[in-house]
């Protein structure tokens, strides 16, 4: 059974950092892309960043410069790092992979930026 836990959410102040990880575990043959998405209380789930198999990176216009995804196949884990936190960034973050043709979603880390 494939799973994807996530880690590194909490509390911090705006211009502070966090690291997200995202460990996939399992039965896995292939591990597509992985990408991040978060949540607001009352809004939508909307993606941040995904980068594919081979390292292609695509960001949502709001963390350019601010966030880095990078991933590690050989451990099978997904990152994000997010620097020059602002308050809007306050989220639940998700993580979620294609693996072997699924998607597959992590339970979510809770990330607040206080002003």
């Known amino acids: 059974q494939v799973q994807l836990v996530e880690s590194g959410g909490g509390l911090v102040q705006a211009g502070g950092s966090l690291r997200l990880s995202c460990a996939a575990s399992?039965?896995?043959?292939?591990?597509?892309?992985m990408t991040w998405y978060r949540q607001a209380p009352g809004k939508q789930r909307d993606l941040v960043a995904t980068i594919t198999s081979g390292g292609t990176t695509i960001y949502t216009n709001s963390v350019k410069g601010r966030f880095t995804i990078s991933r590690d196949n050989a451990k099978n884990t997904v990152y994000l790092q997010m620097n020059s936190l602002e308050p809007e960034d306050t989220a639940v973050y998700y993580c979620?992979?294609?693996?072997?043709?699924?998607?597959?979603w992590g339970q979510g880390t809770q990330v607040t930026v206080s002003s």
């Open positions: 399992g039965r896995i043959f292939s591990l597509n892309a």
């Open positions: 979620a992979a294609n693996i072997d043709g699924r998607v597959y």
